[in-house]
């Protein structure tokens, strides 16, 4: 065992909530942990688990209300100046000058820490070095990338050599091949330089490479160890399921998450779907809700573990927050109004019709003669790194930027031509909370419902009917809802006007697990009701809920197909998993670019 480098005990904080008359809000509850020196930690857990406000508070950030914290030997509460100046704290959202360059950055933060004049030609090239940034430091931080951006912000964060690093969710939004760059970075800084790193994610993948994982909820800890003793929670009870060919993964999947009875968990995966069944689960029954389609054992990992502790923890203490939708039956309550065709298309012209898009900034081409349909009622992904050229897609298509060339229908209307017409057809859910963050939760439902010409007893309905689909506190001031809870407002807003289109901007970033499962239950019900869904996500296994998904990259289209024909293209490499063959396709499209360039 390693000496600690923050002990924590009986720790409690509570806040103001939200709303008038709401009392307070427990964020932490009696929580105690030790995590180790020249170790990598993971705190995983749910939303509103307290995770970022514990980050802060080991940060000198916050003041905790009781119990004790030390951080390096240091009691925070006495001395949070001497803490701060020995650690590297990077927060959810890093603070980068967008119009300063890369190098001007890194100077400005070496100022900040009073990082030696001598010391720095090195510590500069170094951090360069590990983030492989050096050909771009006059590039200004705001034309950066987003996963450029956050090795950016890892670099300014190192700047000075820190005894401890702390990431909050470091990869929020950010693409698979960036991912697996940034985690590259902070193993090696382990490895090699005997660094402590306690990280805070919603990826369970990215916990299982740590030597040590907190599992809180509810500001409470669920259960602490490593990433193999916390696995055999859920040794015996995982499976996978072989769909038959007319049966899609995501509604054998939903018909499974939709028995709690008998499964804890069901995922899509490589045209398969990983379940976890209750340990007093029924064969019969199983046998049943499986109609017919094969299983078999597999190997459960960390992610399996986490969402045993989360149901476990239901049952005592009563539902989470963010429950699953039930039933399988078409939604048709959130239906367009006008009814749309059937899945698939097969009545009627395509939702979507795209012909040679390009859109140009100044000598800059961001999407380069893209083409493609969306059937009416098809769950369409659009997948790519970050700069790929997604969002600017996505906003021609919404109607919300021009297009510098091409042909763009939605909807039956011409973009080009009759933006107004089509944008009273759609809904949009941004990659970035784009709601007024001080107003209510009602008052942002009445704003944006009016907006949509929607008024007196319509509104008021739709508004009820959004309150109770998505569970939200009408009194709840936006801003300050978990992150989970933003993005269901976000969507509540984009579906009152029941559209028939409806498109989502990285809907489920840095949100859990548990919350992502049930978001795409209620995406699932969508689609069954009819309504068109174009999505962009950098969570590889939710491309395996789309009918068809598209990769994209620096502005041009690399693979269009469903899902198993997508991991096909991608060769034995990309088989495994989604995951595997984005990265695959992407780095194909990259070397034959780079060979077309040097010849």
Not at 234 to 252: F, I, N
Not at 275 to 285: K, L, S, T, V
Not at 480 to 504: C, K, N, S, V
Request: net charge neutral.
């Amino acid at each position: 065992m390693t000496t600690p480098t923050v002990t924590v005990e009986d720790l409690r904080k509570t806040f103001d909530a939200a709303g008038a008359g709401a009392g307070r809000v427990t964020a932490l509850d009696g929580l105690t942990l030790v995590a180790r020196a020249g170790q990598l930690t993971a705190l995983v857990g749910p939303d509103g688990a307290g995770k970022t406000t514990l980050m802060r508070i080991f940060a000198g950030l916050l003041r905790p209300d009781s119990g004790k914290i030390c951080v390096l030997g240091i009691d925070v509460a006495l001395d949070p100046q001497a803490v701060q100046a020995r650690i590297g704290y990077m927060p959810q959202r890093f603070g980068l000058y967008e119009d300063l360059s890369v190098q001007e950055n890194l100077d400005l933060y070496a100022d900040l820490h009073g990082v030696p004049m001598a010391e720095r030609a090195s510590r500069f090239a170094r951090m360069l070095d590990l983030t492989d940034m050096a050909r771009f430091t006059g590039r200004p931080a705001g034309k950066l990338s987003g996963g450029m951006k956050q090795k950016l912000g890892l670099a300014c964060t190192l700047v000075r050599a820190p005894d401890l690093l702390l990431l909050d969710e470091p990869t929020v939004g950010v693409d698979p091949l960036s991912r697996r760059d940034l985690w590259a970075i902070v193993q090696q800084l382990v490895r090699d330089e005997g660094l402590s790193v306690i990280v805070s994610t919603a990826y369970l993948d990215e916990a299982e490479r740590c030597t040590q994982v907190f599992v809180m909820d509810r500001g409470r800890l669920l259960a602490e160890g490593t990433p193999n003793a916390l696995k055999t929670r859920a040794k015996g009870l995982t499976y996978t399921a072989m769909p038959p060919a007319d049966l899609p993964a995501r509604d054998l999947q939903a018909r499974l998450i939709d028995a709690p009875r008998l499964i804890v968990d069901a995922v899509p995966m490589a045209g398969n779907v990983r379940f976890i069944r209750q340990p007093d689960a029924e064969a019969a029954g199983l046998q049943d809700l499986l109609a017919g389609a094969p299983a078999e054992p597999r190997g459960e990992d960390l992610e399996d573990a986490f969402m045993m502790l989360l149901h476990q923890r239901e049952a005592v203490a009563g539902p989470g927050p963010i429950p699953p939708d039930t039933g399988l039956a078409p939604d048709t309550s959130l239906a367009p109004a006008t009814g749309p065709a059937p899945a698939g298309g097969q009545a009627g012209q395509p939702a979507i019709v795209v012909r040679d898009l390009v859109r140009k900034f100044g000598d800059f081409t961001a999407v380069a003669s893209t083409s493609f349909e969306v059937a009416r009622g098809e769950i369409f992904g659009l997948l790519g790194p970050n700069g790929a050229g997604k969002t600017t897609t996505f906003r021609m298509l919404c109607g919300l930027l021009p297009a510098t060339g091409g042909t763009l229908l939605v909807a039956g209307h011409d973009l080009r031509r009759a933006r107004a017409q089509a944008r009273g057809r759609i809904g949009y859910v941004a990659q970035k909370f784009a709601l007024y963050g001080a107003l209510s939760v009602r008052e942002n439902l009445e704003f944006f419902g009016g907006a949509y010409g929607l008024r007196g007893k319509m509104l008021r309905a739709r508004i009820g009917d959004a309150l109770e689909r998505f569970d939200l506190d009408p009194a709840a001031q936006s801003g300050q809802l978990p992150a989970g809870y933003r993005q269901r407002l976000a969507m509540a807003t984009g579906l009152l006007h029941q559209p028939e289109i409806l498109f989502l901007d990285e809907p489920t970033s840095g949100i859990d697990p548990l919350a992502r499962r049930a978001f795409w239950r209620t995406i699932t019900a969508l689609a069954h009701g009819g309504v068109t869904i174009v999505v962009t996500t950098h969570f590889m296994e939710e491309a395996e809920y789309c009918d068809r998904i598209a990769i994209q990259d620096a502005g041009r289209m690399l693979a269009i197909g469903t899902p198993r024909e997508v991991r096909a293209m991608a060769g034995p490499s990309g088989s495994h998993d989604m995951n595997s063959a984005f990265i695959a396709i992407v780095e194909q499209g990259r070397a034959r670019r780079d060979a077309k360039s040097a010849a």
